[in-house]
């Protein structure tokens, strides 16, 4: 089993920053990609930003600029830098950690709330 804390959200002005940190423990070893997912409300939940264990990332288009994932994997933390936020990035973010047996599922956090004001 691997456990996902995430940290770091809250209230931010459009344009401002905030940068949230996910923290793994358990059987890290059995973990490939990271990443983070976003819902807003009524709406589903999407991919935001991942990054595998060799370092490569993937963006959803409209963040591409803006936010920036990274990994420390002596820490088994993951980030997301989110800088020139706006109102539509509003959502509850929720950190995902994909195994490497992927058949098997997803292992995800609770989620932390990030509302940015117009």
């Known amino acids: 089993q691997v456990q996902l804390v995430e940290s770091g959200g809250g209230l931010v002005q459009a344009g401002g920053s905030l940068r949230l940190s996910c923290a793994a423990s358990g059987r890290i070893s059995s973990i490939n990609t990271m990443g983070w997912y976003r819902q807003a409300p009524g709406k589903q939940r999407e991919l935001v930003a991942t990054v595998t264990s060799g370092g490569s990332t993937n963006y959803k288009d409209s963040v591409k600029g803006r936010f920036t994932i990274s990994r420390d994997d002596a820490k088994n933390t993951v980030y997301l830098q989110m800088n020139s936020l706006k109102s539509e990035d509003t959502a509850v973010y929720y950190c995902?950690?994909?195994?490497?047996?992927?058949?098997?599922?997803?292992?995800w956090g609770q989620g932390t709330q990030v509302t940015v004001s117009s």
């Open positions: 995902n950690a994909r195994r490497v047996a992927w058949w098997l599922g997803d292992y």
